[in-house]
């Protein structure tokens, strides 16, 4: 559809978003990448089978499924819209889904195979309707299709992303098409003109800007070389609301983590896991480091923001004794070593100093490496680096955000022993199958105790997202900490 047809019929995309970001997305399709940032670029390329709306509730305006049906737990019909398109003029259709939750399970790079592990078949009904059928009860099929898994690729472009992280050009069903991009430079959106959703997108163009410092985001935005800044530095709010921005906090249950990989030294022996989950204050790092922004991490996966949260039931404090304990039960009385790849950025290795100082204390020597990103992270995943520093954003359904780091064929299965685990996945299909209010929040919370006692992932606190932006810019927070740019969810006021 042309311009000239859009000012016919009364609605015109105008302006530009101007985004920057400290790192580079990690891929440009959903299934074969695996950053949590990427979904501030994907949402504006990809809608989603389901989609959710700012309380994280599957919302069928939203979603290229107009309707759905729950007829048993093992059985879900989803009744797609007509006339959708792919960006290279396919037709969305029953068969297009199947086709690509067919890809997602069994392609071999495939970053959601885990979360698509309970779907047995798609059946093709008719053009329009695609039935579900699961192997098993799967309670958050729906909150899982708003992520990764139901970001719907054209089959026409399915040989041009087999391999892992790839950055070729996509074709979905979003409210902007894929321009250009390069790792380090602008990564460009333009609006689709044949986009479903009347009156959307709002704007004309996005531009993100990979590889910007942390700094220079901030000191950009103030003097209007960017629209919108996220996870901007506490000690700049006052200075970004003296220049006339919007700042909004909002906390959120997305985590900072030390990622360990227990296979290898010094993680394989659990004692120097656990003596390091002990041997640094949280409630310090925040203070100091964050200016109390974030919210220290006692209560492993289920933080504050989440109805699983229960305030009495902590984990990990900071705790001399206990440290020195762990030490002499693993025969390192003397203390340990080890590298931590980190992020390169003046906050990030703030944090880790401060806490690369405590661990001293105890013997505890911690080398950070640091990197740029995705370069920080990636060892870890290819199995070159016993750990990293990162965290794991916020997800629609709790389940999703604990089984991403320890469920079986999920993108963490490399850190579990030979057998997976069969504790811990026996537990992961217990949630899943538990529909029930109540009896879910008590499984979940077991599932929580199950993976704090193997101290895989050394939290540090539940991230608050924070965002400043320009006066005029309409945006609206999402419960998962994301920043969503598509369909019309950012908007310059006129």
């Not at 800007?209 to 209007?224: M, R």
């Not at 008590?442 to 929580?448: C, G, K």
């Amino acid at each position: 559809m042309a311009a000239e047809e859009d000012e016919a019929m009364g609605h015109v995309p105008t302006g530009e978003i101007r985004f920057p970001w400290f790192g580079n997305f990690s891929g440009t399709e959903g299934t074969t990448g695996t950053s949590g940032a990427d979904h501030w670029m994907l949402w504006s390329i990809y809608d989603n089978l389901v989609g959710y709306d700012t309380t994280l509730t599957p919302d069928p305006s939203r979603s290229l499924a107009q309707s759905w049906e729950v007829p048993d737990e093992l059985t879900v019909i989803f009744n797609l819209r007509d006339n959708v398109q792919y960006h290279d003029g396919t037709p969305l259709s029953a068969e297009s889904v199947r086709l690509h939750m067919e890809r997602g399970k069994t392609l071999e790079v495939s970053r959601i195979a885990g979360d698509l592990g309970a779907l047995d078949t798609v059946e093709e009904v008719d053009g329009l309707t695609a039935t579900f059928h699961m192997s098993r009860p799967f309670s958050p099929l729906l909150w899982i299709l708003g992520d990764r898994a139901g970001m719907l690729l054209s089959p026409a472009v399915f040989d041009d992303f087999t391999e892992a992280l790839t950055r070729n050009a996509p074709s979905a069903t979003g409210a902007f098409t894929f321009v250009e991009e390069d790792l380090d430079s602008p990564f460009i959106v333009e609006a689709n003109r044949n986009y479903w959703l009347p009156n959307a997108p709002n704007v004309e163009r996005i531009t993100y800007f990979q590889g910007v410092e942390a700094g220079q985001g901030t000191n950009g935005l103030i003097a209007g070389d960017y629209d919108i800044h996220w996870s901007p530095a506490p000690e700049d709010f006052s200075r970004m609301e003296d220049a006339g921005l919007t700042v909004q906090v909002e906390p959120t249950n997305g985590h900072r983590f030390f990622a360990l990989q227990p296979l290898y030294e010094p993680w394989i022996n659990e004692h120097a896991r656990h003596a390091f989950n002990a041997a640094f204050d949280r409630d310090a790092v925040v203070d100091v480091v964050y200016d109390n922004l974030h919210t220290p991490n006692h209560w492993g996966w289920l933080g504050p923001s989440t109805i699983y949260h229960d305030p009495d039931e902590t984990f990990w404090e900071y705790d001399p004794e206990l440290v020195r304990m762990h030490l002499d039960a693993g025969g390192l009385s003397d203390g340990f070593e080890f590298d931590m790849p980190v992020h390169n950025d003046p906050v990030t290795l703030n944090e880790t100093e401060f806490i690369q100082a405590q661990l001293a204390e105890f013997g505890i020597k911690m080398n950070l490496q640091p990197r740029p990103a995705p370069d920080y992270w990636k060892g870890f995943f290819e199995g070159t680096d016993g750990g990293q520093f990162s965290g794991m954003s916020m997800r629609a359904d709790i389940w999703q955000q604990i089984f991403w780091n320890g469920g079986a064929g999920a993108p963490y299965d490399h850190i579990l022993p030979p057998d997976k685990d069969p504790e811990l996945q026996a537990q992961f299909t217990k949630v899943a199958e538990t529909f029930e209010t109540e009896p879910r929040i008590e499984a979940m919370r077991e599932l929580n105790r199950l993976m704090e006692a193997r101290s895989w992932h050394i939290k540090v606190f539940y991230h608050a997202q924070t965002v400043a932006h320009h006066a005029d810019l309409q945006y609206e927070l999402f419960g998962d900490g994301k920043a969503h740019f598509g369909q019309n969810d950012v908007r310059w006021a006129t």
